[in-house]
């Protein structure tokens, strides 16, 4: 079974940068699409950015233009590229495969961007 561990996370000021790893403990070269999730405090975990093998990468309103997710299937990860930080931004992040069940979540990464 694959698991996944998230990393990267950090307190950054409004602005800043922070780059999120995702490494699996197995090949990802498998699964089609990879995402990158969030859930701030109180609220349900969504869907902010996602990217297929083939490199077609897909983003929420909200982080467009801010975040880059890519990946390398060589390492088994994923990564997701924050620039100009906002506080809403700040959250748990996570990553799993979209359209495949069966990968229980990591611990996630925590993200907190301050005023």
């Known amino acids: 079974q694959v698991q996944l561990v998230e990393s990267g996370g950090g307190l950054v000021q409004a602005g800043g940068s922070l780059r999120l790893s995702c490494v699996a403990s197995?090949?990802?070269?498998?699964?089609?699409?990879m995402g990158w999730y969030r859930q701030a405090p109180g609220k349900q975990r969504v869907l902010v950015a996602h990217?297929?093998?083939?490199?077609?990468?897909r983003y929420v309103d909200s982080v467009k233009g801010r975040f880059t997710i890519s990946r390398d299937n060589a390492k088994n990860t994923v990564y997701l590229q924050m620039n100009s930080l906002k506080v809403e931004d700040t959250a748990v992040y996570y990553c799993?495969?979209?359209?495949?069940?069966?990968?229980?979540w990591g611990q996630g990464t925590q993200v907190t961007v301050s005023s």
């Open positions: 799993n495969a979209l359209f495949r069940e069966g990968i229980p």
């Open positions: 990217i297929s093998n083939g490199g077609t990468s």
């Open positions: 197995e090949s990802i070269s498998s699964i089609d699409v």
